[in-house]
């Protein structure tokens, strides 16, 4: 392993690093605007230059590559020179509007000014004013906040491909901007506004929403599709405001698709579902969730104590592993014949991104749009017995699916899952339905009990990959709903509080395996990538 | 809930004169006579027989008022346009220990700003008059005046709206200028 001495402490570092990669693995910070692990090295905006023994003028230091024994000095009077320089330099032509601009509070220009520039202002003359453009359907750009720090166009260059944003004109009149008539609409266009180092690229969904110190973030996963994707839900009491991505190394890296982004949408609308109900003389009346429960159990028993195999339940992809897992076991416990059927998980189109320049793969969005059929598979396999798949119970040609008489359906989708194809038995025969919003199933249900979206409980889910990630409760849920694994917990009477991590460790690998990621965890220690 | 956020309070241990009660009662009594005492010597502290009497109409030395430091109820200043200065950055509401501050921004409909308050409501019964809001604030928008007579007839009636911040602003900027 080489070694390097920064400051006069001499650190390990892995081969083929660059000295800023190096620095940030062993806690030693460097100030970077361009450089971004997840694209190419441009150099261009100057503030990482240290001095190098032996090297007449400074190097920048996402750039150069570690030598064993090499002395880099990251606070000579050289160094804070020029970062003093640079910072004076980028200020000269940023306005000074902090107050309302949405990257303040997480901006890398106000940090930096703060550890590395002047506290007095020398520039006197007007400051460049430039209006803000609508880039996208979800961006604006404000150009005269821009550094020139091009990660914006070199992400849509090396990751998305699509190379909408460009840098126009030369010196001063220097700007990002789009081609005419080619607005920056694709589906990863949301990470534009996570990388730029100030608020230049912001999210018309986020503007002005919220300022970004009182959010508190809580890990999540995206529940848009098989991928998997990491990411943090930005909340405040109560109410989120927005997704960004959260690196992990094997699935999504830096990244995450417009849909992951904004999926929340769909769960913190005025349509969710929020009464229990109960069919009576033929309309659904209200009622609290515990009483819905109850008979939703009562019922399913005497059906199945008339006949056995003849309940089933339909565990939904959307569902948690924990809670397939409990649903699994509860209409057991009533039917040791009950069928476990997984609900319908739609197939979309897989696409695949590609760096426009060396054609290598950076990023899938999966086809397949539910997150955890395969964990749902999996504890449809442990738990054994009959089972079925969507299809099967739509056409109902199986002896044991004719028998069916009632069951517990759980939606849990983010839009109308409920199509045109549905099976025979979501019209006729015990239906208890769980879901979050409205559809056919729930408006003709013997019994409704409202769920909880998975920003609003704790699960794992496992992606197309097979790897179990854990999701925590970010906000609470509406008044009167609880996790649907809270109502299995209270009707199989299990003793305590309902807690997903000892149900994951019941469940066994590889879902047990899968831990809670620690909201105060820096990012990992990463690798040199290679473009 | 985490283990490490739950703290075990334990109840204090009642002494023999607390057990007996009486002799608490003297000594709270005491306290009383104490103050009493304190008031009604010659060279006592000074009273003002409120509401005859006013503290904004005594000389400062004498227990007057001091009018441009006095923290009462809020207002929102207005600039040469008679718009709210507010940019709706929330500096005050972060700074705020009462947390009676409750801002939403918008996109301003004037061009040459950006962003101002659609909505800004102080609960003036949360507030604690401490005068951060004024201090945090990058564009002297909310400011203190020296109004303390603050009456309603309901909880509701008491958290002040961005409207009635601003009449404030009418009321007191003739004799409180900025």
């Known amino acids: ?531 | 809930m985490k283990q490490e956020d739950i703290i075990l309070v334990e109840e204090p241990q009642l002494t023999l004169s607390d057990g007996f009660y009486l002799p608490q009662v003297f000594i709270g009594l005491g306290t009383t006579m104490k103050h009493m005492w304190k008031t009604i010597r010659p060279s006592g502290d000074i009273v003002v027989q409120y509401p005859e009497e006013r503290r904004e109409d005594r000389p400062v030395d004498e227990g007057g008022m001091l009018r441009p430091t006095y923290r009462g109820v809020h207002r929102l200043n207005k600039d040469m346009e008679g718009r709210p200065n507010c940019v709706a950055c929330f500096m005050c509401s972060t700074a705020c220990p009462a947390k009676c501050i409750h801002i939403e921004a918008g996109e301003s409909p004037w061009p040459d700003r950006e962003k101002y308050p659609v909505k800004f409501d102080i609960d003036e019964l949360r507030c604690i008059y401490c005068g951060m809001c004024e201090e945090a604030c990058p564009c002297d928008a909310i400011e203190l005046t020296s109004i303390y007579k603050l009456v309603g007839t309901s909880r509701q009636e008491m958290i002040l709206d961005k409207e009635k911040l601003l009449e404030i602003y009418d009321q007191t900027i003739d004799h409180e200028p900025m």
């Not at chain 1, 020139?148 to 909408?164: L, N, Q, W, Y």
């Not at chain 1, 939904?316 to 897992?325: D, L, T």
Request: contains cysteine; aromatic residues 8%.
């Open chain 1, 1 to 531: 392993m080489p070694k390097i001495t920064v400051d006069g402490k001499t650190i390990e570092c892995k081969d083929k690093q660059v000295i800023l990669e190096a620095c940030k693995d062993n806690g030693i910070q460097i100030p970077h605007y361009c450089y971004h692990p997840g694209l190419s090295v441009v150099a261009s905006c100057r503030i990482c230059l240290v001095e190098v023994e032996g090297v007449p003028k400074l190097v920048p230091a996402c750039q150069t590559p570690i030598r064993d024994g090499m002395v880099v000095n990251t606070n000579s009077p050289k160094a804070v020179a020029n970062q003093k320089q640079v910072m004076e330099y980028l200020l000269t032509s940023h306005p000074l509007d902090c107050p309302v601009c949405d990257q303040a509070g997480e901006c890398y220009l106000q940090d930096y000014s703060y550890e590395y520039g002047r506290a007095e202002p020398r520039f006197e003359e007007e400051k460049v004013k430039n209006p803000k453009k609508d880039v996208g359907d979800n961006i604006l750009l404000y150009s005269d906040r821009c550094i020139m720090c091009t990660r914006c166009v070199r992400f849509t260059r090396e990751v998305s491909g699509t190379s909408e944003l460009f840098v126009d004109g030369r010196g001063a009149r220097e700007e990002i901007q789009i081609f005419p008539g080619r607005p920056l609409n694709n589906p990863l266009a949301g990470n534009v506004v996570d990388i730029c180092p100030v608020g230049a690229l912001l999210d018309k969904n986020f503007l002005f929403k919220q300022r970004v110190w009182l959010l508190k973030s809580t890990p999540s996963i995206s529940p848009v599709d098989a991928g998997g994707e990491n990411i943090w839900v930005d909340h405040n009491e109560g109410k989120i405001y927005r997704c960004r991505p959260r690196y992990n190394a094997d699935v999504n890296q830096w990244w995450i698709s417009d849909e992951t982004r904004y999926a929340w949408k769909a769960v913190s609308d005025g349509n969710r579902l929020v009464a229990a109900k109960k069919a009576q003389y033929s309309s659904q009346v209200e009622t609290d969730w515990q009483k819905a429960a109850d008979q939703a159990y009562t019922d399913l028993k005497n059906l199945a104590a008339d006949s056995p195999g003849t309940l089933y339940a339909l565990l939904s992809p959307m569902m948690a592993c924990e809670e397939a897992y409990l649903l699994g076991k509860l209409i057991r416990s009533l039917d040791p014949q009950a069928v476990l059927v997984i609900g319908p998980v739609p197939q979309g189109e897989q696409q695949v991104f590609r760096n426009s320049i060396t054609g290598k793969e950076t990023f899938v969005i999966q086809g397949e749009k539910v997150p955890n059929a395969n964990g749902v598979r999996k504890v449809i396999e442990l738990l054994g017995g009959p089972s079925a798949t969507y299809e099967e119970l739509v056409k109902a040609e199986k002896p044991e699916l004719k028998k069916l008489k009632g069951g517990w359906i759980v939606g849990g989708y983010l839009k109308d899952w409920v199509g045109k194809e549905q099976p025979a038995l979501f019209k006729k025969g015990y239906r208890a339905v769980q879901d979050i919003l409205p559809n056919s199933l729930v408006n003709s249900a013997d019994v409704v009990i409202p769920g909880a979206a998975w920003t609003e409980k704790d699960g794992c889910w496992v992606n197309f990959k097979g790897i179990a990630q854990v999701f925590s409760k970010a906000v609470p849920a509406p008044e009167g709903v609880v996790s649907e694994a809270e109502v299995y917990h209270y009707l199989l009477r299990l003793p305590g509080a309902y807690s997903a991590a000892a149900v994951r460790a019941e469940i066994g690998e590889p879902v047990s395996a899968a831990k809670i990621p620690d909201a105060d965890a820096p990012e990992p220690a990463m690798e040199f990538v290679e473009l």
